[in-house]
T-cell receptor, first 116, second 113 residues
């Protein structure tokens, strides 16, 4: 079974530019999450999709971040315009339907974003 | 107070040693508890879930004390391949039907030959 995949693995952009990160969850996983780790800090929750709906976006830093999950499959996270403090590693994770009792989340390899 | 606090580490131990990781959490509404390991520049990988009764998986034993809001992970007979950062992770109820994983900062373990 394929795991969570993310694209790109690395991105270096200049301040003010736009970047779009993509996540493909494990097939059949309704729940998709975005997380971010900035240097020296712990991994922080950004938002949670259930299928195509945003269930919880309380962790999104500001309105420069836009996440979508059209059709309930893959998700994109767009940062526009990027700022220096957006640099970090962005992880995506997925889990099965919570009703089946699984809270275990499986992480993708992450996208390392550097804003210069 | 941080929501999830871990031993800051780092831990350096010889092969074969027993090593213990400690973690406390502040939110009593926490529902589920996990230990993840993260290798350098890799994603977190689920090591084990932690149940109230305690659970064991080979050389790894996890314990949960809800009254003290404390979680532990014990690694026995440590191997070189156990070298990684160990993340204490708590699934916290955040309102309505929402839960979110909250991470500790991690404890770096290096097992030396």
């Amino acid at each position: 079974e394929a795991g969570v995949t993310q694209f790109p693995s690395h991105s270096v952009i200049e301040k003010g530019q736009t970047v779009t990160l993509r996540c493909d969850p494990i097939s059949g996983h309704d729940n998709l999450y975005w997380y971010r780790r900035v240097m020296g800090k712990e991994i922080k929750f950004l938002l949670h999709f259930v299928k195509e709906s945003k269930q919880d976006e309380s962790g999104m830093p500001n309105n420069r971040f836009l996440a979508e999950r059209t059709g309930g499959t893959y998700s994109t996270l767009k940062v526009q315009p990027a700022e220096l403090e957006d640099s970090g590693v962005y992880f995506c994770a997925s889990s099965q339907d919570r009703a089946r009792g699984s809270y275990e989340q499986y992480f993708g390899p992450g996208t390392r974003l550097t804003v210069t | 107070r941080k929501e999830v606090e871990q031993d800051p580490g780092p831990f350096n131990v010889p092969e074969g040693a027993t090593v213990a990781f400690n973690c406390t959490y502040s939110n009593s509404a926490s529902q589920s508890f996990f230990w993840y390991r993260q290798d350098c520049r890799k994603e977190p990988k689920l090591l084990m879930s932690v149940y109230s009764s305690g659970n064991e998986d080979g050389r790894f034993t996890a314990q949960l004390n809800r009254a003290s809001q404390y979680i532990s992970l014990l690694i026995r007979d440590s191997k070189l391949s156990d070298s990684a950062t160990y993340l204490c992770v708590v699934n916290i109820w955040s309102g309505g039907s929402n839960y979110k994983l909250t991470f500790g900062k991690g404890t770096l373990l290096t097992v030396n030959p």
